[in-house]
């Protein structure tokens, strides 16, 4: 069995899927289930009810080593994870420690307007690992002082109240797009920027019949390249060629026309459903233009 690895990488997969029963590169190794940063044991795999865990501390020490933690975390994150402060103390000591820092953040949340719930949530997790940890190791320490129910409640209302916000806001976003479609296809304003897609609405120049298709990105095309284009299109739909690439459409290139109609001119991807309304418009729908 190779213990010297390759990489430090290999070190970490290699003990997160027990590939082998030690190894080392570098600065890091790892004997059976227990992982190392130097000599600082920084994470271990721990089997309870035929269920493996990988523990990781969340302790801090130098760059190299928080490195080597976060590696650690993402070589594991097949496995349900747990945090704890460190390996090796007793476990009254962790306890002390571990309820300290979840009413250290409690009271951060009391006081923060914005980051509140994300203090709560943590504050829940430091609870919870620990609690699961001494059940996993075989302890009967429990962290009590702290209500996880109640915790976990505030943060499902929270949560509540945040999907109802963001809905709203999407209807209210939905109401301000569909309101500002209708304003432009109306002609009221120039452009309607804000569209997933372009949209397309016909004009014509002052005094004349001369067609002008404008997009809801601001860019317009008129004359005999909207009659060129519909040739085109009609050719791609009934399979004589799925694209024709750099033609000039006005200012613009030409990129793509696919099957199904819809047109790449320039930045701008435009579904056919568009190019037909205007063709509809011009009369053009039922007219087939020779190749």
């Known amino acids: 069995m190779r213990t010297v690895l390759r ?21 890091v190794s790892f004997s059976g289930r227990a992982l190392y940063s130097y000599a600082a044991k920084i994470a271990e795999l721990v089997e309870h009810d035929g269920r ?5 501390t969340n302790r801090s020490w130098s760059i190299t ?15 349900p994870s747990i945090s704890i402060y460190d390996f090796g103390f007793q476990p009254s000591y962790l306890k002390d420690v571990v309820e300290k ?3 250290a953040l409690l009271e951060k949340a009391k006081r923060s307007r914005v980051h509140g719930d994300s203090h709560r949530a943590l504050a829940l997790k430091r609870v919870e690992d620990f609690n699961k940890y001494m059940e996993i190791t075989g ?23 945040r999907q109802l916000r963001e809905e709203e806001e999407q209807k209210r976003q939905l109401a301000a797009a569909a309101d500002g479609i209708k304003r432009w296809r109306a002609h009221e304003q120039h452009v309607c920027p804000h569209t997933p897609k372009p949209l397309l609405r016909l004009a014509f120049h002052a005094g004349s019949n001369v067609p002008i298709v404008e997009t809801s990105w601001g860019a317009r095309i008129e004359g005999q390249d909207i009659y060129d284009m519909w040739t085109l299109v009609q050719r791609a739909r009934r399979g004589d060629r799925d694209y024709e690439v750099g033609r000039e459409v006005g200012v613009y290139r030409l ?26 418009k011009l009369g053009l729908l039922k007219e087939e233009v020779e190749a």
């Open 7 to 27: 990489n430090t990488d290999t070190v970490f997969h290699y003990w997160a899927n027990q590939t082998q029963a030690e190894g080392r590169c570098g600065n």
């Open 52 to 56: 493996l865990y990988a523990v990781h």
């Open 65 to 79: 080593t928080s490195s080597h933690q976060s590696d650690a975390r993402r070589a594991s994150r097949h496995l």
């Open 101 to 103: 820092d979840a009413l």
């Open 139 to 161: 302890c009967a320490e429990r962290i009590h002082g702290i209500n996880v129910d109640e915790l976990r409640e505030s943060l499902a209302r929270s949560e509540l109240e």
């Open 255 to 280: 990129t793509k026309i696919r099957r199904d109609g819809s047109v790449v001119v320039g930045c701008h991807d435009i579904d056919y459903v568009e190019v037909e309304g205007i063709a509809k």
